[in-house]
């Protein structure tokens, strides 16, 4: 990055999300609604203990269909983006292609508190039929899309263990004896191929994808 600009670390939505939709024309409407949006978000997200480094807008795209005794919302979330190879800990791409559906219901003054915990992929909101914004929805969707493993390649050879060289860029003539201990937490991933640990919110219908 020019001149050292320190990038943004995102630890929550960026206040500039927004994905509104009316809810009354959703209701009048005899077929679904299609939506789309472009979300901004030159920045990092933290989250398994390591950065996702982003470049370019979230795509979203949305359908949304139901009555006025509630909303069905199918989202597809893709995006790009880096994070370092769990092995060689160089930074590799990671593409997001993730679908989810969230239900929303109006709050009203017979659903107690206790029915807005039994699903956590039910959202209630003041009223479905004026605006609403499910850019909460789609960052959880995002943040919850972000593998906790990534690899550079499946046949990444990680880092030597004893002196820390990259293995991928060649032999490092190490004997195997006096295991540098920078290096032991890295020693036990060699095997682990990057997977996609499903997280909170939203009933997922798709992968990340490395």
């Known amino acids: 990055m020019a001149g050292g600009e320190k990038r943004r670390l995102f630890l929550e939505k960026p206040q500039q999300w ?3 939709f009316d809810g009354a024309k959703v209701i009048e409407s ?3 609604v299609d939506l789309f949006w472009m979300l901004p978000i030159n920045g990092d997200i933290e989250y398994w203990g390591q950065v996702y480094s982003f470049m370019e807008e979230v795509t979203v795209k949305a359908n949304v269909f139901g ?10 979330i893709s995006a790009s983006a880096t994070a370092p190879c769990a092995r060689c800990l160089s930074m590799a791409p990671l593409e997001i292609f993730r679908d989810f559906r969230y239900f929303y219901k109006s709050l009203s003054i017979t659903e107690s508190g206790d029915d807005k915990d039994k699903d956590e992929d039910l959202i209630f909101v003041q009223s479905i039929d ?4 499910i850019s909460d929805q789609v960052w ?10 990534v690899l550079c390649s499946a046949e990444c050879c990680g880092i030597c263990q004893f002196c820390g060289h990259d293995r991928n ?9 006096g295991v540098d201990p920078r290096f032991e937490v890295l020693a036990g991933q060699e095997q682990i191929v ?10 997922q219908r798709g992968s990340s994808k490395k």
């Open 30 to 32: 005899d077929a679904s």
């Open 18 to 20: 927004r994905c509104p």
């Open 194 to 203: 990057g997977e996609n640990v499903p997280g909170k919110g939203g009933n």
């Open 169 to 177: 860029k060649g032999d490092c003539g190490c004997s195997g004896e």
């Open 140 to 149: 959880e969707s995002l943040v919850v899309s972000l593998p906790e493993k």
């Open 67 to 76: 009555d006025r005794s509630g909303l069905t919302v199918d989202l597809n």
């Open 130 to 133: 004026e605006e609403v914004d």
